[in-house]
């Protein structure tokens, strides 16, 4: 199970941090990203890490610099810190995550992570 919190309004320029505290699995060697949706838009992919260990990080190139991904090992937790927010970033945020270490060539593909948390909604004026 996958629950997402820290989700908000916020004026552009200013900041959130999103959380996603896993339970019900093996929490360490997966790879848990950050998508969003916004209306009328395919969802996608934001940032990444593979959880446990040296938490390699993944992100896009439209949040990099701005967004910040990481984890707490002992909350089996991981946090989106966003900055610089832009209301192009207004979206409904997803955590999700795989039973695998997440792959540069790949990280971004919906369709290979097979659990969803229920989404937080991220608006930015």
């Known amino acids: 199970q996958l629950v997402e919190s820290g989700g908000g309004s916020v004026q552009a320029g200013g900041s959130l941090r999103l959380s996603c505290a896993a339970s019900g699995y093996t929490y360490s060697g997966n790879c848990v990203g950050w998508f969003r949706q916004a209306p009328g838009k395919e969802r996608e992919g934001v940032a990444a890490?593979?959880?446990?260990?040296?938490?390699?990080?993944l992100y896009a190139s439209s949040v990099k610099g701005r967004f910040t991904i990481s984890q707490d090992n002992a909350k089996n937790t991981v946090y989106l810190q966003m900055s610089d927010l832009e209301p192009e970033d207004t979206a409904m945020y997803y955590c999700?995550?795989?039973?695998?270490?997440?792959?540069?060539?790949?990280?971004?593909?919906?369709?290979?992570?097979?659990?969803w948390g229920q989404g937080t909604q991220v608006t930015v004026s």
């Open positions: 999700a995550a795989r039973g695998a270490i997440c792959v540069g060539a790949y990280w971004d593909i919906a369709g290979i992570f097979g659990y």
């Open positions: 890490i593979t959880t446990g260990g040296g938490g390699a990080t």
